[in-house]
């Protein structure tokens, strides 16, 4: 595969990027080219294997909840984050999921969310990447829908007892702690389940097209008992699953667009030297004119999510902010990835080349974290004021 050259239309690097940015995202990029790429072919062609042993020198990097401050994580600011993120899913959306479920979505919420105990117990193991977490929010019947949720969690004693299933969980079956959400009597809460706790089992789910090089699972929960000092005391309501969502879906914005330059970097380099009609294919027009828009989205994808990155760390983020730009993202992400398998031709449908594992992985990021037709309600709410029936 020859070296990735990135798209820097605006010349973010120079103008917007300090030096600590650049080198978190630089030694980022290079993990990812010299360790990552050289394996995800036989991962994917393995469904639902993730590359486990690569985790230590992830940890080792920083990766797991790299924008959280002590118990051992890097604590670097939104925009390097973001950069981290971006050239995570330059590699793989599997590669960059793994990284947000462990950070965003188990790591943040005991960190916002928990105790000092849940603190000091769960986070270093975790940013060591020696203990794996999962997040449990959508079910078989409720996943758009979260607050139809109907897994329970019920006083016993000076515990809880939980039953329930969850559905489509990255990392299920590999982890050691599950943030699962559950209904209780007093309306939504978080807990920690330990996942060699008698009643609790995840199954995997194979056969899928997209995001294969990522464990996705079922978890069921039966009777399964926690103390409770297993319950997220400061998450209270809706509110505490989807603050976590917030977190990821910004780490997305950044991801996907690494993935569209991974694409549209391939298209150019293959397009520069396949001869069609006696010509480069990168001479014909309507390739130029195909790269002009890729290049052209990519920059002001980069732009919207650098702009929430800035307001991010200033503490300004309003959640409609990052519908904005996840919905965007990940739609010109998705069509770029699309253009650029099918400027491969052939050869673009073979795992030789990236476009189409990119295009693939993209449909799931399309449906996740709030579908686009999610995050359309969520702005058109923002917009009217008024929630669309
Ligand atoms: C590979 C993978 C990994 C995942 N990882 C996790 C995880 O780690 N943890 C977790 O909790 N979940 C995870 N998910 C689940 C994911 O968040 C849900 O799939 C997503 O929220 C959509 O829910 P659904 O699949 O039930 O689709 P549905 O909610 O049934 O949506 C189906 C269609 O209906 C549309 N729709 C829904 N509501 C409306 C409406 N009001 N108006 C108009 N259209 C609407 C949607 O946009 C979509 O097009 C994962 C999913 C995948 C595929």
């Known amino acids: 595969m020859p070296a990735f050259e990135a798209p820097d239309f605006l010349k973010l690097d120079e103008t917007q990027f300090s030096e600590e940015e650049r080198m978190i995202r630089d030694s980022a990029r290079a993990w990812v080219s010299g360790e990552f790429l050289p394996r995800i072919q036989e991962h994917v062609r393995q469904d639902g294997s993730f590359p486990m042993d690569l985790v230590p020198q992830m940890a080792e990097l920083g990766m797991f909840g790299a924008n959280l401050k002590g118990y051992g994580c890097a604590g670097m600011n939104n925009v390097a984050y973001g950069l981290l993120m971006q050239e995570l899913e330059r590699g793989d959306s599997g590669l960059r999921s793994f990284a947000s479920v462990q950070g965003a979505l188990c790591m943040y919420p005991i960190h916002a969310y928990g105790t000092e105990a849940q603190k000091e117990k769960w986070l270093p193991p975790m940013a060591a990447g020696e203990a794996i977490g999962c997040f449990g929010l959508t079910e078989p019947d409720h996943g758009s829908f979260v607050s139809g949720m109907t897994t329970r969690a019920e006083r016993k004693g000076e515990g809880w007892v939980l039953n329930g299933v969850k559905r489509w969980i990255t990392n299920g079956s590999l982890a050691d702690v599950a943030v699962v959400w559950a209904v209780t009597d007093d309306g939504v809460r978080g807990f920690l389940v330990e996942t060699d706790r008698a009643g609790f089992e995840a199954r995997d789910i194979k056969g899928k097209f997209s995001l294969r090089a990522s464990v996705t699972s079922e978890l069921f929960l039966e009777n399964v008992e926690i103390p409770e ?7 209270k309501g809706l509110g505490g699953p989807l603050g976590c969502l917030t977190q990821a879906r910004y780490g997305i914005s950044w991801g996907v667009t690494g993935a569209a330059m991974a694409c ?18 990168a001479s014909k027009q309507l390739t130029q004119m195909k790269f002009a828009e890729m ?50 031709g052939a050869n673009g449908i073979v795992d030789d080349y990236q476009s189409m594992r990119h295009m693939m992985n993209l449909e799931t990021v399309r449906t996740y974290e709030g579908t686009h037709d999610i995050h359309t309600l969520i702005l058109g709410e923002h917009i009217t004021g008024m929630r669309a029936l």
């Open 264 to 281: 549209f970097d391939e298209a150019v380099q293959y397009a520069r030297d396949r001869i069609v009609q006696g010509g480069p294919l």
């Open 295 to 344: 290049l052209t989205e990519i920059t002001k994808a980069q732009l919207l999510a650098l702009q929430v990155g800035r307001i991010k760390d200033a503490g300004q983020l309003h959640h409609s902010m990052v519908s904005m730009i996840k919905r965007n993202n990940v739609d010109i992400a998705l069509r770029i990835a699309r253009e650029a398998r099918d400027l491969l």
């Open 229 to 235: 000092s297993n319950q997220l005391p400061g998450a």
